[in-house]
């Protein structure tokens, strides 16, 4: 039983064989995938309105959150805006997000990273939803914000690729870190660390699929069948059983962003 915290199955990777992608999770054990639905090059908010979509299809499968990533805070219009915060109003929603600061591409300046996510947290604030968070290599400033920003239903840092000192300043923030495929590879040992020393009750996994396939499918496009390979590494990480981690992250995810059991 194990729950994808953060997949991008709306991506043109799964354009023609999603339904065998889906297959796979559901033998691999899974018994829900949230979509990141995000404002997409070309089309903007109704990139995210595909991923609702795609959740409403399969309710029993899938979750879904709207949000605009740090890389296209600059081209997010005022009118985005507003339709972003018409999208996190439906029910069907669970979190607004991923927001946050992506300060390793830098594709939009720093300042308006930091604007758009603040906004996005008073928004999550507002409607009473939690925050799915994206950072890199920006911990401090992104700390700084959710310090100032994040309202009482907290959420997730999702991908976390940081160490055990950054871990500990979501966790007093009383936020979930979420570990993807990074998790396997062999340079990450910070990872690895933040991971083993974190409370059980605020982990979950991920795939942030097609990206960060774990090991041993690196290289290949990621799907959340996988997701698997980094809960087993998660366990192996903490000294417990597989069962321990699936229970676990699946109880975490479905609290946090108040998931359907
Ligand atoms: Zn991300
Ligand atoms: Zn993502």
Redesign the pocket.
Known sequence: MLIDS?A?LDFEEYGTDLSAVIERARAAGLVRIVL?GQWREGSSMDGAAAAIELAKREPQMFSATAGIHPHDAAQATAEDLVELERLCSDTGVVAVG?CGLDYHYDRSPREVQRERFALQLRLAKKLGKPVVI?TREADLDTAEILQAELGPDGGVV??FTSDWAAAQRYLSLGLHLSFSGVLTFKTADAVRDAAARAPLDRLLVET?CPFLTPVPHRGKRNEPAFVKLTAARLAEVRGISLAEVEQATTANARRVLRLPG
């Open positions: 953060h991008h990141i991923e994206h999702h991908c942030d």
